[in-house]
T-cell receptor, first 114, second 115 residues
């Protein structure tokens, strides 16, 4: 068990560019979550998958944000036409659906939009 | 909508002493979970302790324990025998036992441990 991994750990981009982040969950976990954390705040839920199905996406911040989990394993989060307000830490978590369903977090991807 | 409030932006404690971090939440649900997560500086968030709302007994994990007051919607974390490694941001979180169990977090409490 290597834990949840995220790539890249840091991303600097210019306003208007598209960015994509990857999350690899714990191997046996079937749920995968994306959160955004701005400086000094708690994480804010964005979306989640159970296997390959995206079951909640109404909390995505705008239509510039999209996420996929094509084979029920890793997931990607894409932000199109980035804005300075998108600068934040993007956290991924995974869990095994069931009675406990405890979420385990990755190290995050820190996005800076210039 | 569920909300989680942590009223203490910062707390400090002397090494080996005990500290309590406060958390209140608002929900109309009866079946839910509460969590405390720790986020050390520049490191990933880790689960400290969890509490199921249907359990009356307060959860404990070694030096960490909670005081869960369901009627008051209060969920405080007590850290006993504080250690330097306990210094971190602590987040209280809530999840409703629906499909997905998305977490709603409080704003966090920064805990400083003085040697």
């Amino acid at each position: 068990d290597t834990g949840v991994s995220q790539d890249p750990r840091h991303k600097i981009t210019k306003r208007g560019q598209n960015v994509t982040f990857r999350c690899d969950p714990i191997s046996e976990h079937n749920r995968l979550y994306w959160y955004r954390q701005t400086l000094g705040q708690g994480p804010e839920f964005l979306t989640y998958f159970q296997n390959e199905a995206q079951l909640e996406k109404s909390r995505l911040l705008s239509d510039r944000f999209s996420a996929e989990r094509p084979k029920g394993s890793f997931s990607t989060l894409e932000i199109q036409r980035t804005e300075q307000g998108d600068s934040a830490m993007y956290l991924c978590a995974s869990s095994l659906a069931g009675a406990t369903d405890t979420q385990y977090f990755g190290p995050g991807t820190r996005l800076t939009v210039l | 909508a569920q909300t989680v409030t942590q009223s203490q932006p910062e707390m400090s404690v002397q090494e080996a002493e005990t500290v309590t971090l406060s958390c209140t939440y608002d929900t109309s649900e009866s079946d839910y979970y509460l969590f405390w997560y720790k986020q050390p500086p520049s490191r990933q968030m880790i689960l400290v302790i969890r509490q199921e709302a249907y359990k009356q007994q307060n959860a404990t994990e070694n030096r960490f324990s909670v005081n869960f007051q369901k009627a008051a919607k209060s969920f405080s974390l007590k850290i006993s025998d504080s250690q330097l490694g306990d210094a971190a941001m602590y987040f209280c979180a809530y999840s409703f036992n629906n499909a997905g169990n998305m977490l709603t977090f409080g704003g966090g409490t920064r805990l400083m441990v003085k040697p």
